[in-house]
């Protein structure tokens, strides 16, 4: 799945306008396809799921929104790769810091590269953080990214980053 995203990528950055068999044509600039509404809901919902599986803790259900091959970057730096490695560091996380939380996600933007690569942009807020000894820490918020891949008429979540904003010294 990495090398049919870096693909689309590199086709997308040196203007190539040739699609896989099958699938829609791009769009052109300014040009709206009824199918841009259809896979932008059905992203949104993905994240509304994912929500709700965070919000019930149940960590096996948080990962199967994303590809077999598909990464996750914590805030802190920690990656994970592959669907098993999200999964377990979902559990560790749900069974630990976050096993009282609840996450409220707010997508802000759906940009659809291609008919096939989306990016995604949002924020998010969890409340009810424990530290070490079930001490309440505060709520973490911040930003999201990630880039989803449609196939076999799926959104996959390919590469998520999550960011938590820190003031810069020179700021």
Same mark, same amino acid.
């Given at each position: ?10 086709? $997308? ?8 068999? #099958? ?6 600039? #300014? ?18 799921? $994912? ?16 590809? $077999?091959? %598909? ?5 802190? #730096?920690?990656?994970?790769? %592959? ?50 000894? #079930?001490? &309440? ?22 590469? &998520? ?11």
């Amino acid at each position: 799945m990495r090398r049919i995203l870096a693909g689309l990528a590199i086709a $997308f950055c040196v203007g190539a306008g040739a699609h896989a068999a #099958g699938s829609e044509r791009a769009a052109r600039p #300014g040009e709206f396809r009824p199918s841009d509404l259809e896979n932008e809901v059905a992203i949104r919902q993905l994240y509304d799921k $994912f929500s709700a599986a965070w919000n019930r803790h149940d960590a096996r259900a948080m990962a199967q929104y994303w590809a $077999f091959d %598909g990464d996750h970057f914590e805030p802190d #730096g920690r990656r994970v790769e %592959g669907r098993d490695a999200v999964e377990k560091l979902f559990a560790e996380e749900q069974a630990t810091a976050f096993k009282q939380s609840k996450l409220s996600l707010t997508i802000e933007s759906v940009w659809l590269i291609t008919p096939n690569v989306a990016l995604v942009n949002g924020t998010y807020r969890v409340d009810g953080v424990q530290g070490p000894g #079930g001490v &309440s820490l505060d709520i973490r918020q911040g930003f999201l990214t990630s880039v989803l891949v449609k196939e076999a008429d799926r959104w996959w979540v390919a590469a &998520s980053r999550s960011v938590i904003p820190a003031k810069l010294p020179w700021r």
